[in-house]
């Protein structure tokens, strides 16, 4: 996942041949995001602070779980 810290768009690259899903929560938890499939992800409209980025499997098994954290 590059950049982090990142300010609008945010790379994800993986090597899943299943299908994935990404999902994105605040500190407190809220999911913020969700996208399915997808390796460029337009996160602008997000505040600046740290927020949790989750891909999981569509079986919802956790793959990864990364921090990223939105500069202005």
Do not use: C, H
Not at 20 to 26: E, N, P
Not at 42 to 67: D, F, V
């Amino acid at each position: 996942m590059f950049p982090n810290p990142f300010k609008s768009e945010l790379q994800v690259l993986t090597s899943f041949t299943d299908a994935y899903k990404i999902d994105i929560y605040d500190v407190l938890g809220k999911k913020v995001f969700s996208i399915q499939n997808e390796n460029s992800i337009q996160l602008g409209y997000l505040k600046a602070g740290i927020y949790y980025l989750n891909i999981s499997l569509e079986n919802g098994e956790l793959i990864r779980r990364k921090k990223l954290i939105k500069s202005d």
